[in-house]
Antibody, heavy 125, light 108 residues
Framework: EVQLVEAGGGLVQPGGSLRLSCAAS????????MNWVRQAPGKGLEWVSY???????????HYTDSVKGRFTISRDNAKNSLYLQMNSLRAEDTAVYYC???????????????WGQGTLVTVSS | EIALTQSPATLSLSPGERATLSCRASQSVSSYLAWYQQKPGQAPRLLIYDASNRATGIPARFSGSGSGTDFTLTISSLEPEDFAVYYCQQRSSWPPLTFGGGTKVEIK
């Protein structure tokens, strides 16, 4: 059974940092591109970041503009884990953060068939 | 950036009725459009990918159509568990990947 379990959310002051993790199981993690998607309270879905599968060298990485230079996505295939290092956090980063798997292995076909349960990040003083 | 506009924002229907949800893209996304369902406190669930393909385990009452800029999600006969928020998402041109603002299907 495919499972994605996020952790690391919490309350942080503006300007602070958090590191989110997503533990994957039930599939060959290294073969799948992964994403972070967030949802502010009462709002819609917003894509945050993408990291490609390790198929032929370095994984391709993308970010939405609002987090470039502040967030860093990474993966550890040996630990079947995805990460999101979030620095210089702002109030507008407050959201539930989901990790999400693309539906086909060894592709960048960006539709997501499995999602974690989400972890809440609250940025407030 | 491709913007996705969903309409209506809210759809009030009764169980057994047909639901028709719309998603319009600011430029062509070919058939690279997906639909998700989200219930309160839950993660989104993939319903339809590439405009018209049902994801694994999705009931046949859910269907998707369209191409280019205009897409439709149809629920042929609403079941009680179908009342939720629905989002469209394009993967044609990214980054950034974009989602629509959502349509809430509520019980009338």
């Amino acid at each position: 059974e495919v499972q994605l379990v996020e952790a690391g959310g919490g309350l942080v002051q503006p300007g602070g940092s958090l590191r989110l993790s997503c533990a994957a199981s039930g599939f060959t993690f290294s073969s799948y591109s992964m994403n972070w998607v967030r949802q502010a309270p009462g709002k819609g879905l917003e894509w945050v970041s993408y990291i490609g599968y390790i198929g032929s060298g370095s994984a391709i990485i993308h970010y939405t503009d609002s987090v470039k230079g502040r967030f860093t996505i990474s993966r550890d295939n040996a630990k079947n884990s995805l990460y999101l290092q979030m620095n210089s956090l702002r109030a507008e980063d407050t959201a539930v953060y989901y990790c999400a798997r693309v539906s086909r292995p060894e592709t960048a076909d960006q539709h997501f068939d499995y999602w974690g349960q989400g972890t809440l990040v609250t940025v407030s003083s | 950036e491709i913007a996705l506009t969903q309409s209506p924002a809210t759809l009030s229907l009764s169980p057994g009725e047909r639901a028709t949800l719309s998603c319009r893209a600011s430029q062509s996304v070919s058939s690279y459009l997906a639909w998700y369902q989200q219930k309160p406190g839950q993660a989104p669930r993939l319903l339809i990918y590439d405009a018209s393909n049902r994801a694994t385990g999705i009931p046949a009452r859910f269907s998707g159509s369209g191409s280019g800029t205009d897409f439709t999600l149809t629920i042929s006969s609403l079941e009680p568990e179908d009342f939720a928020v629905y989002y469209c998402q394009q993967r044609s041109s990214w980054p950034p990947l974009t989602f629509g603002g959502g349509t809430k299907v509520e019980i009338k």
